[in-house]
């Protein structure tokens, strides 16, 4: 016993080290998340005085576990014990338990990310055994189990563990009364099973805990002052969209004027460049607005009609804000234009060139530049 409850914090010391050493943040930590099934089937057979194979009766089970974190879990499993006997009994025995469970190689390797391919976990249990007889008078006692769990992670998502589990599993009242001892060998079983556990999908969109980079304090900071600023410019929305709107109304007018003037657009076909068109955004967004789809059709329809143009879209970003962030803002909206392009007009990707060009200077106002701009292409 002694040795049981030293081995145990010692076990528990060092996930407590582990977890303050753990600088990493972990996705997929919900109450929902990290849970399990198992089926088992093997065999079990006193643990002295016998022969596996000999002595040995079918066992199968069935368990529902909870990864709490990455080295440790919880989980709670039934065993039935097969009667091969002439008893009329179905069972010899049945056992209820619940178990905990030490990821050794997370434990002692760190979590990589994902479940490698082959872990060992330590498992420990405490649990209700029940002896069924061959007529009146089951008896009950309490357990304890022990083993280990060599797992082996199945396919690209991890979602399947095949694992073999040892486990010695001790009758607690057994003959305590003439040996002075719960953790008699002569009152324990060796059980040997193989199992197959099915892990579900977390809210992170995996089977299992994923890795993230914190924020640091400094960066959190930042933020924090950049939401700061964007509040007070929530003041000048209105005018900056107003802005926007308008441009929008001149080039669905120019629209208008291109659809109605046929015998124009061929003569603009005959140059090597034809007129650029220009998609308007909101401020931080990326998404394409209902009433600037015209723009894109416009393109849509001239590369349909001339198989042989290609088009160039540039992507801006208007120069309020993070520099980072407009760069990245300016390419998404380049991309955006070139998706509905590819999945709505189906032109093929290949004829579509989008690129981001950070933030833009080709109009005085500053608004207006938060343009994707589609240069078509002919070739001579």
Known sequence: MKKSILASAFIMGAISLHAQNERTALEGTRLSDNWSIEFKAGGVTPLTHS???RNARPAFGFGIGKQLTPVFGLGVQGMGYVNTSSSKTAFD???????????????LGGYTGEPRIFEIEALTGIGWLHYYQNGPGDSNSWSTRLGMNLNFNLGEEKAWTLGIKPAVVYD??????????????????FELTAGLTYHFMCSNGTHHFTKVKPYDAMEVGAL?????????QLGTTESQLNHAMKQADYYQKELAECRTQAANVETVVQTNRIPES???????????????????????????????????????ASPEGNLAFNEKLAGA???AVKSILVKKYKIDTNRITAQGQGVGDMFSEPDWNRVSICTIEQSE
């Open 172 to 189: 607690m009242q057994g003959d305590f009364n003439h040996s002075k001892s719960r953790f008699n060998a002569n009152n324990a079983s």
């Open 278 to 316: 220009t998609i308007t955004f909101r401020q931080g967004k990326s998404v394409v607005d209902a009433s600037q789809l015209p723009n894109v059709e416009r393109v849509a329809v001239y590369m349909k009609k001339h198989a042989e143009t290609k088009v160039i879209i540039k992507g801006y």
């Open 93 to 107: 025995a049945s056992e209820v338990s619940v178990i905990g469970k030490v990821n050794l190689m997370n434990l």
């Open 224 to 232: 924090n002052d950049e939401v700061n600023s964007l509040r007070e």
């Open 333 to 335: 909206r380049a991309e």
């Open 51 to 53: 022969s596996f194979l």
